[in-house]
């Protein structure tokens, strides 16, 4: 049975949005969670209002109306309108968005509406919220609207605007119809430009074609048509454009609008034109004026939000300023800037225009009225962002803690909901906990600390204690219920246990390893046998379940910790830390599915199952604790399951008392449900599902107030339970819990706070990353021990608590073997001696004997390890280059067999023997089946069109007379003269004809132009392969001249060898251009490197080489006829001719003995010797001369060949220059055709495009015309109806004096003169021109409706009896009043409909214009395609001809412009220089006559400067005339007019000041010689003055602190006289100072007069002269 009737929700914290809006004069609203707040910004008192859905999607106010609109987030939205402060839903409007709405906006003029939809519908809709009706609708473009405004003035005006665009929406009204118009205003550039937006040309039919044919616009030459045509923009002239960020209608109904860049617009509603009004600093601009005057003032991010006020437009940004603007005209002027303490970004104003809320974005909200504040008032302040947790203090009634991810802590009244207090953490947090017996909290942070504030003095927390226990978030902090401990858990396998007493200095007493990282933690406190169990929810350490978003479990760690072993006895832990096995007691459980939370009952297991949304109940058998490291885990079943939520993860909890279990999901929703049953009692949404749900949520001790903190929305939540009448048993089951829990902590919390209140502050350190030392290598072992060993340990701040541990068992443990390290330090350091001897003693050994260093390092197992790791990296290093390498070869195989394999020809070239000179051949592909398939089909074709016009003009022919043979003859040699130049090119001569080419002038349709594109191609091809079979015969030519210049070289060789000659001779070879297959070859003198070979290729090698030294030893071996053959004959058989020059004769043996003792057979023989010797000398030199004679001969023909090849390489090349014309001749008329191919596919693109426009206009016509007619006929039925009405207020008007006939004739006339009288009623006046908002307020509401009652509630005073004629009857009076009534209020609906007529004829006017508008753009397009297709067929028709002229022409030199032959015609030479010879011969007459002109202008020239010097003569003299009248004669020049001797006077008067200046230098002599005389008399005085200073400043110094004593005497004892002298001397000076002010006065009129009386007296001095007059 249910006892909870419902929550009630206490208050709420927060913000969620920066959006402030005025609900009426003194109250604002904004957005907390899944609430709206009103804050009432006098009193800031504060109520809410929560969303009828699950979350809040945008909202908006009006202070006139006094509504409120908000939108709910879900499939299909609806928007709520509640009216304030009544806070009762008037409405609810379900329109077609299908996902959510981003923005609304209520009129001030009416009850309508605007609300703009998100994807995947956009549209734009106007409500009538009174009704409960749309009143129109329109789609948008695909882009959300941020900014929604209604025009104050008129409610028909509506600006939506984005971060890309401002649209300004124009509603047209007829009676019931309204049709919405959207605007789109252009927007300036970044830099404040106007964009340019591409001028398409008409396309009128002038005659005339450019010489790159018609212009077309972008859109038709990138091809486009229909909507993608009108809006594309070229990427060159894309432009980025300002991006709004705020805008504000003025009075006058322009827009203001602020941009992101730092600019300021104004737009004009009606005529869409931009003013920039302010525009910031831009680089390269200084000369800006806007810019000087206000450049220091505003920057970018200036205009981040506009608000019109009474005194002008306020504006924020990101720079912390508010400005008050004033604006006249397009000038700008910054009234007034404050200061502010954070940046504001969003303003809004009061309804009277007279206050302003500024809301930042760290959740404050201020308050300014401009004209009597001098500073922002803040009146909010919660702090923006995301709750981590909120609890209750147990320890204080009625006060929570909550904590945000940013680390702010902050104290709420329960009660009142106001803070009490904060403190900054000064790092991000993730979770809180509650002390039960001390007032203090404990925080984990991110950084894996433990914070512990202390909460005693409420207005004063204070961080008292950290410590440090992981290296990740600590994700929960656990109070058991007794207040004894402190169990934290993360997402580490490791659980502290920590001293809950301040008196203990929270100690951690030890540590327990669980199975995996913590899930959910809680605890429950067995009071009979002073046990806590602490439930543990392990994720089990599987691998598929870490990288889940949401943390789950499936292992339950049950933990039963002794309290009296564990706070009492104080060896409980292990060295390391550990809780021993026999204090703590634990038990595993594994549930079926995993659970996301779970809450430790009496016995019970409370659990949340995601994967299939349900509350479990487990129930814990009662067996023996078991351990988790040794034993199964016992498998636990849900005892009961019930529906959980159907947004996940959940998160449940406990009520103090145990009763109620509170869950809290993702949906946002709070169940509270009985334990036993889990029968839900109540069910509330707290927090908005859109933002994340509800991330913690907690019971008071006396479970009747539950705390909620949502997860991404910024909002606490306070909540009361309601119980039913029938759950007061319960509720009194809460309060007995509450009041025996502090029964039980009351001497506890009053021994523990005093201690925590003395503990000391202490100041939190940003949290650093531990650093590890790094310790250099060494080739020595004990040095590499003792650095390891006295590594330097990091800060104590970075190490945790275990860490800590650690290190002391490792620093206990380091003394107790200190002995027995420093023994195996001795031993290795006498080893590290014994392998340096042994190094030493390896260096002095004989390098067959040397050992290799490596065979000396004793760690073989790091030796084997290091060579493992080298031979992995070589294997990578291998595999990547030789994957390089593939790719590389793939690369080249690709490249192969596309430009070498497919080539038909290879490109090559031939280089001149004597030059650089090189011809090139033309690389060509084979031609495909495909491009030969084409060409066959158009010759087929031109074969068909030539046999049909030849038959033609054979037919022809016949039918006219024959010609005669000498004009046969002159017409054949014309032809063949012009058809070179007809042809355009010299393809015909290069062996490129082809007789089925088009004329050049007979082109015109597209299918001929790409025929002709295929022949030309065909032309090129010919010709290519005519210059290449040329070529090909010159190559062969040069290989077989390399191959005699060969021969002939040998030739030479021989000779020379023969000649004992040494010279180079010139061997010719073939390039590398003439041999281009060496590219795809690579030699081993080009590898660089040495070559990586295989084991087998290294084989192989090994097995050639040794074959080859076998081999080569076989051939040495003794071979006695070759020995024999070199001894007898020098190696050979017969003696030849060549062999003459080694030839010698063979010298007597006697020639060794001297000449005397010779016999005379001798000395014949000796002559014999002689001539034989003779005869042989002459024999060698005919022969060399014979041989040189044939070198001069095989060296000339060698130069005679490779000069004549080179001749004929001259001719090829030039054959190569004529035919590179020609294929360029060939490949221009293909350019020139397909450019007139694209020009024409242009045209084409372009007649789609306005087809397209002219058909989508004729349907709109169309559909305008309906509508056209269709507002008509109402226009003319309404203008019946209002006839109608008029004619009965005239027969109201006629009928008077029949209704009172009865009446007397002059009580008659009486009554009709009251009759048309009518009460004065005050009118509004449309105030346009004000600028000031006052001015709005007339504007607004529904003015005629309050018109008409301003003029009934005028009529009840005019029908008071006072007002009745004497004599007149009160019946009659009665029934005048009623038919006065009626006449007025006919008169009333003749107005009302008068103006609903105009309006529809207004609406209907703008139809029709709209109509005739649309007519004109189809006449217009109808007219411009015409035109387009009349250009189409002009330019077809009109082809470009290309002729080939000789060259040696004169020519004229080109200018910058561009020549035009549209007009040129083609003329004979002969005509041209008959016509120049004409010309030459009329140009030397007008030579002539021009010379002779010019001696007749030169006389006239000289006779008119003639004239000009008399006439300047006759002006000087005139002047000088003039100066002697007006001359002054002055007393000298008087007496130089009476002087007759005046040089002598003049003598006498310097000899005068000759003796003059003698006598005064005389007497400056004496002077000077009294000055010094009276300088040392002076010196001499200093010296004594000196003297006399030094003993005064001795008094001085006595004197000055006689002074000071005086004058602190004087001071304490005479303030007040001082004051009264100080009010009397500046009471003096302001008499003085009034004075001197009269006294200034006076003499400045004395001055004034004295000035005019000069003035007088110097024109009386000096009379004016009239000027002379010339005769």
């Known amino acids: 049975m249910a006892v909870l009737e419902s929550l009630e929700v206490r208050w709420v914290q927060g913000i969620t949005s920066s959006n402030v809006e005025f609900v009426d004069k003194n109250t604002a609203c904004y957005i907390c969670g899944n609430y709206i707040v009103f804050l009432n910004i006098k009193t800031r008192m504060r109520n809410m209002l929560q969303s009828p859905g699950s979350g809040i999607g945008s909202f908006t106010a009006n202070s006139f109306s006094r509504t409120l609109a908000l939108s709910e987030q879900k499939l299909h939205p609806s928007i709520f309108v509640y009216s304030y402060p009544e806070l009762s839903l008037r409405c609810e409007l379900k329109g077609t968005a299908k996902l959510a709405y981003t923005v609304l906006a209520l009129s001030d003029a009416g009850p309508y509406l605007a609300c703009c939809s998100s994807l995947p519908d956009y549209t734009i809709t106007v409500w009538n919220w009174e009704s409960e009706a749309p009143v129109c609708t329109h789609p948008l473009t695909e882009e959300d609207i941020s900014t929604l405004a209604f025009n104050p003035v008129n409610w028909q005006q509506i600006c939506a605007a984005n971060s890309r665009s401002v649209t300004v929406w124009n509603i047209e009204k007829s009676n019931d119809v309204h049709i919405m118009q959207p605007s789109v205003v252009d927007l300036p550039a970044a830099d404040g430009s106007a964009v340019v937006r591409e001028v398409i040309s008409s396309h009128g039919s002038n005659g005339k074609l450019t010489y790159y044919g018609p212009q077309m616009p972008t859109s038709a030459i990138a091809g486009l048509s229909g909507d993608r045509a009108e809006n594309f923009v070229p990427q060159g002239q894309v432009k980025s454009r300002l991006c709004p960020s705020a805008i504000c209608w003025s009075a006058s109904s322009q827009l203001y609008v602020g941009t992101r860049e730092g600019f300021l617009l104004l737009i004009n509603s009606e005529t869409l034109l931009v ?306 096995e026999d204090v703590l007691h634990s038990c595993v459980y594994e549930t079926p599915d995993y659970l996301s939370s779970c809450v430790l009952g009496t016995r019970k297991v409370f659990g949340y199952c995601q994967q299939k949304k349900v509350l479990q109940i487990f129930q814990l058998p009662e067996l023996a604790s078991k351990s988790s490291s040794t034993e199964e885990p016992l498998q636990l079943t849900p005892e009961k399951e019930t529906e959980g939520h159907p947004l996940g993860p959940a998160i449940v909890n406990l009520s103090p008392h145990q009763d109620w ?102 100041e939190l350190q940003a949290p650093h990353t531990p650093h590890t030392a790094e310790v250099s290598e060494s080739s020595h072992v004990t040095n590499k021990d003792e ?174 007379k024959p010609p005669v043979e000498g004009e046969e003859k002159d017409e054949a040699e014309g032809d063949a003269a012009q058809s070179l130049a007809l042809t355009g090119s010299l393809s015909p001569q290069c062996g490129g004809f082809n007789p089925y080419l088009y004329s050049q002038i007979s082109i015109q349709t597209r299918e001929q132009k790409l025929n002709q594109i295929t022949l030309l191609q065909d032309v090129i091809y010919k010709v290519k392969t005519a210059f290449n079979e040329e070529f090909e015969a010159v190559y062969k030519q040069k290989e077989q001249e390399i191959s005699r210049v060969r021969d002939r070289n040998k030739r030479i060789t021989d000779i020379m060898t023969e000649l004992e000659v040494q010279e180079v001779l010139w061997e010719p070879t073939l390039t590398d251009n003439e041999r281009p297959e060496r590219a795809l070859t690579v030699s081993d003198s080009e590898i660089k490197v040495e070559k990586y070979l295989t084991p087998e290729q290294m084989e192989r090698e090994e097995q050639q080489r040794k074959e080859e030294e076998q081999r080569q030893l076989a051939t040495k071996g003794d071979n006695i006829r070759d020995r024999a053959l070199v001894y007898m004959m020098d190696g050979v058989l017969e003696l030849k001719k060549e062999d003459i020059l080694r030839m010698e004769v063979p010298q007597p043996e006697f020639m060794t003995k001297p000449e005397v003792q010779w016999t005379e057979e001798e000395r014949r023989s000796y002559k014999e010797y002689e001539k034989k010797t003779k005869e042989l000398r002459e024999e060698q030199e005919k022969y060399r001369k014979i041989l040189e004679a044939e070198i001069k001969k095989l060296q000339t023909s060698i130069k005679d060949a490779t000069q004549g090849f080179d001749g004929t390489l001259s001719k090829l090349f030039e054959k190569k220059v004529k035919s590179d014309m020609a294929v360029h001749q060939e490949e221009l008329k293909i350019a020139n055709l397909a450019y007139s191919l694209m020009i024409e596919e242009e045209i084409l693109n372009r007649e789609k495009h306005l087809t397209y426009k002219l058909e989508m206009a004729r349907i709109l016509k169309n559909d305008m015309g309906e509508g056209l007619k269709r507002h008509r006929e109402d226009v003319e039925e309404f203008q019946k109806i209002y006839d109608i009405a008029v004619a009965d207020d005239k027969l109201l008007d006629k009928g008077f004096r029949k209704e009172f006939a009865d009446v007397p004739r002059y009580l008659v006339d009486q009554l009709y003169k009251l009759y048309k009288r009518r009460p004065r009623v005050q009118r509004f006046r449309t105030q346009t021109d004000s600028t000031s908002p006052s001015s709005i307020r007339p504007l607004l509401g529904q003015a005629a409706a309050e018109g008409s009652l301003d003029m009934m509630k005028a009529m009840e005073e005019l029908d008071a009896p006072e007002h009745m004629p004497e004599d007149l009857d009160l019946p009659v009076w009665e029934r005048f009043c009623l038919a006065r009534r009626a006449k007025v209020e006919s008169e009333q609906q003749v107005k009302m409909k008068a103006l609903t007529l105009a309006e529809m004829q207004a609406f209907l006017q703008n139809r029709t214009d709209e109509d005739e508008n649309l007519q004109m753009e189809i006449k217009t397009l109808n007219n411009e395609l015409n035109g387009l297709r009349e250009e189409r067929m002009r330019f077809c028709r009109d082809p470009m001809v290309q002729i080939v002229i000789k060259q040696g022409q004169v020519e004229l030199e080109s200018g910058d412009f561009i020549a035009d032959y549209s007009d040129a015609v083609l003329l004979h030479r002969s005509v041209v220089e008959e016509l120049n010879s004409v010309i030459r011969a009329l140009g030397e007459q007008k030579i002539a006559g021009m010379i002779e002109r010019k001696e007749i202008r030169k006389g006239i020239i000289q006779q008119e400067w003639e004239h000009k010097r008399m006439t300047m003569q006759m002006e000087d003299l005139s002047n000088k005339a003039k100066d002697i009248q007006r001359l002054h004669l002055n007393q000298e020049i008087q007496e130089y007019l009476s002087e007759s001797d005046y040089d002598n006077r003049m003598s006498k008067q310097v000899s005068a000041l000759e003796k003059t200046s003698t006598l005064q230098e005389k007497t400056y002599q004496k002077k000077i010689e009294n000055c010094k005389k009276l300088i040392k008399q002076l010196n001499r005085q200093a010296v004594l003055k000196k003297e006399k200073c030094a003993a005064l400043d001795l008094q001085v110094v006595s004197m000055e602190v006689a002074v000071a004593e005086r004058r602190k005497i004087y001071e304490a004892t005479a303030t007040e006289e001082s004051q009264e002298d100080e009010v009397k001397q500046r009471y003096q000076d302001i008499l003085r100072r009034k004075k001197l002010l009269n006294l200034a006065e006076a003499q400045t009129e004395e001055l004034a007069a004295l000035r005019a009386e000069v003035e007088r007296l110097r024109r009386k001095t000096f009379p004016a002269l009239t000027p002379l007059k010339p005769n």
């Not at 509720?731 to 209140?757: D, G, H, K, W």
């Not at 860490?803 to 590290?832: T, W």
């Not at 990296?873 to 192969?896: F, G, H, S, T």
């Not at 090189?918 to 031109?942: D, G």
Request: glycine content about 6%; overall charge negative; aromatic content about 6%.
């Open 661 to 762: 279990l509170a869950s809290v999901g993702r949906d946002g929703l709070l169940r509270i449900c009985d334990v036993s049953s889990l029968e839900i009692y109540v069910q509330h949404q707290c927090h908005s599902s859109w933002l994340g749900g509800v991330c913690s949520v907690s019971f008071t001790p006396d479970s009747q107030t539950v705390i909620t903190t949502g997860l991404r929305d910024g909002s606490l939540v306070c909540s009361k339970l309601r119980l039913k009448t029938s759950g007061n048993s319960k509720a009194n089951t809460a309060t007995q819990y509450r009041l025996s829990m502090v029964e039980s902590f009351e001497e506890l919390i009053l021994s523990e706070n005093p201690v925590l209140s003395r503990m000391t502050d202490l």
């Open 787 to 960: 650095s390891n060993m006295s590594q330097p340990s990091a800060s104590s701040s970075h190490f945790t608590w275990l860490d800590e541990k650690l290190d002391a068992v490792l620093k206990e443990e380091s003394q107790q073997f200190a002995g027995n390290r420093e023994s195996i330090r001795n031993g290795l350091k006498e080893l590290r001696e014994t392998i340096q001897a042994m190094m030493q003693e390896n260096e002095s050994l004989p390098d067959m004997e040397k050992l290799e260093l490596h065979e000396f390092n004793l760690d073989v197992e790091e030796q084997k390890r290091l060579q493992a790791e080298g031979e992995q990296e070589v294997d990578r290093v291998r595999k990547e280059i030789e994957l390089e390498n593939l790719a590389k070869r793939y690369q080249r195989e690709v490249l192969k067999k596309e430009f070498w394999d497919q080539m038909k020809v290879k490109g090559k070239a031939i280089k001149a023997f004597h030059s650089e000179h090189e011809v090139q051949n033309y690389p060509m592909k084979e031609r495909t089946a495909k491009e030969l398939e084409e060409l066959h089909r158009v010759e087929t074709i031109r074969q068909t069109e030539l046999s049909e016009s030849n038959l033609q003009q054979e037919t022809s022919e016949e039918k006219s």
């Open 275 to 580: 003013t920039v009004l302010y525009k910031t600093l831009i680089e390269g601009n200084p000369s800006n004026e806007l810019v000087d005057c206000m450049g220091l003032l505003m920057q970018e991010g200036s205009f981040q939000s506009l608000a019109l006020c009474s005194n002008g437009i306020f504006t924020t940004g990101t720079d912390c300023v508010l400005r008050n603007i004033q604006i006249k005209g397009n000038q700008v002027e910054v009234v007034k800037t404050l200061a502010m303490e954070e940046a504001a970004s969003f303003l809004c104003c009061s309804p009277d225009y007279e206050t302003l809320l500024l809301s930042s974005p760290t959740g404050c909200i201020y308050r300014y009225k401009p004209g009597l504040a001098d500073k922002p008032v803040k009146v909010l302040d919660v702090l923006n962002g995301d709750f981590v947790a909120a609890a209750p203090l147990y320890t204080e009634n009625n006060i929570c803690v909550s904590v945000r991810e940013s680390g702010e802590l902050q104290l709420w009244s329960l009660d009142a909901g106001i803070c009490i207090a904060s403190i900054s953490l000064q790092t991000n947090v993730t979770s809180l906990a509650c002390c039960p017996i001390a007032q203090y909290v404990a925080v984990g942070t991110v950084t894996g600390h433990v914070l512990f504030v202390e909460l005693t003095r409420k207005e004063e927390p204070r961080l008292v204690h950290s410590v440090h226990l992981y290296q990740v978030p600590v994700s929960h902090l656990v109070f058991d219920q007794g207040g004894n401990v402190l169990i934290t858990g993360a997402s580490e396998p490791h659980i502290f246990v920590l001293d809950a007493r301040p008196s203990k200095a929270f100690e951690v007493i030890g540590y327990t390893v669980t199975i995996g990282a913590t899930v959910s933690l809680s605890t429950q406190f067995v009071k009979e046998s002073k046990q806590i169990k602490v439930l543990v929810l392990c994720d089990g350490e599987k691998e598929e379940r870490k990288n889940k978003e949401h943390k789950e479990g499936n292992v339950l760690l049950l933990l039963s910790i002794s309290l009296q072993q564990v706070t009492v006895s104080g060896s409980c832990v292990d060295l390391h830390g550990a809780l021993r």
